[in-house]
C-alpha cells in the first residue's frame, strides 16, 4: 500500500528541533520503529518523522487504521490530543493546539435558534459531552465505531477546561491568544524559540508591528526592556500616600498601637495563608505536568 503525505497536515504540529530529530533517529537505528504509524485510508495522519527516517534506512515498520474519522477536522482533533499528552510540547505549543481545538468545535456548534437534533440522535449529544459510542465495543482493528449517520461533535470547553487539558493556566492562554492575534511573525519565532517568556511577549504584542520587529532583532534585552516599557505604560499611576500625622495629635497612643498591632497580624495571616495556596498549586502543576508522557512523531 503506498502511503500519502499531506504537507497541510505534515506542517500541522511544530517539527521537531534538529536535536529532537536526531535523537529520534538514533532511538529508530537501535530499536527499530516500535510504534504503528497511524492511517486513515492511504493519508498519514501520525507518524511523519518516523516515515522519513524508515524511508531513509528501510527501517521496517507497522501501519494501523483509525476508521472513526469522518473527516480532516476530526484528524486535526486527534492530532491536538495526541500531542497534548506528550511531555515534549513546549507550553506555547500546548496553548496554540488548545485554541485551534476551540477553532474546530465553534465551527461545528451550529448557531443559535437552528433547529435541535432529531430524537435519534438525542443519546449521541451526551450532557457530559462523552462520544456516541461504546467505548467498549471496538471494530475488528481495535477502534470504536460511530453508530450509522451519527455526527458528534463534543460541546466547545470554557477557557479554564481548554487550559487544564493543555496543563498550563487560564491567564497563560488568554497571553497565548494574544500573541496570536496579534504579534509579528519574528515576535512569536522568539517565543518558540525561547528567546523571550509567554508573559512578555504577550505585552510586546502590544506594540506596532515594526516596533515587535525591532525589539526581536536587538535581542533578549531589548525584548525585556520592550516589555517592561509596555507594562509601566499600562500601570495606573501611584496612589498618593496619606499624610502622616504627627505622633503628638494621636489622642490615645497605647489604642493606636494596638490597631496597628492588629492589621499587622491580619496582614501576615493573609500572606501566609497565599503562601500556602502558591505552594498547592505548584505541586498540583508539577504533578499535572509529569502526569502524562508520550513518544515523538
Known amino acids: 500500500m503506498d502511503i500519502r503525505i499531506d504537507e497541510g497536515l505534515r506542517a500541522y504540529i511544530d517539527p521537531l528541533t534538529e536535536d529532537e530529530h536526531e535523537a529520534l533517529e538514533r532511538s529508530l537505528l537501535a530499536e527499530g520503529c516500535r510504534d504503528a504509524l497511524v492511517l486513515w485510508g492511504d493519508l498519514l495522519v501520525d507518524g511523519h518523522n518516523r516515515y522519513a527516517i524508515c524511508q531513509k534506512h528501510g527501517i521496517e515498520f507497522q501501519t494501523r487504521q483509525n476508521t ?14 495526541n500531542h497534548l ?3 515534549s510540547v513546549s507550553d506555547f505549543q500546548r496553548g496554540v493546539l488548545a485554541l485551534r481545538k476551540k477553532e474546530i ?25 462523552s462520544p456516541p459510542w461504546d467505548e467498549d465495543a471496538a471494530g475488528a482493528d481495535g477502534a470504536p465505531r460511530l453508530p450509522p449517520n451519527i455526527s458528534w461533535t463534543p460541546p466547545v470547553p470554557s477557557r479554564q477546561a481548554l487550559a487544564r487539558a493543555a496543563r498550563i493556566s487560564s491567564n497563560t492562554l488568554g497571553q497565548i491568544e494574544k500573541i496570536q492575534k496579534d504579534a509579528a511573525p519574528e515576535l512569536v519565532r522568539a517565543v518558540k524559540e525561547g528567546a523571550i517568556s509567554i508573559n512578555a511577549a504577550a505585552a510586546v504584542a502590544s506594540l506596532p508591528a515594526e516596533r515587535q520587529a525591532a525589539a526581536v532583532a536587538g535581542g533578549k534585552k531589548e525584548l525585556q526592556q520592550a516589555a517592561r516599557e509596555v507594562r509601566l505604560a499600562k500601570a495606573p499611576p501611584p496612589r498618593e500616600a496619606p499624610p ?3 505622633i503628638e495629635s494621636i ?5 493606636e498601637v494596638a490597631r496597628l498591632r492588629g492589621v499587622l ?3 501576615t495571616d493573609e500572606r501566609d495563608q497565599l503562601k500556602k495556596k502558591v505552594m498547592h498549586l ?6 499535572a505536568r509529569n502526569g502524562s508522557s508520550g513518544g515523538d512523531d
Open 265 to 267: 497580624a491580619r496582614l
Open 244 to 246: 502622616e500625622v504627627p
Open 85 to 87: 499528552g506528550r511531555r
Open 68 to 81: 472513526t474519522f469522518k473527516s480532516i477536522e476530526d484528524v486535526h482533533l486527534w492530532m491536538i490530543e
Open 251 to 255: 489622642a490615645d497612643l497605647p489604642a
Open 105 to 129: 468545535l465553534l465551527s461545528r456548534t451550529p448557531p443559535e435558534g437552528s433547529a435541535p437534533p432529531d430524537a435519534g440522535s438525542a443519546d449521541a449529544a451526551s450532557s457530559d459531552g
Open 282 to 287: 505548584t505541586v498540583a502543576l508539577a504533578e
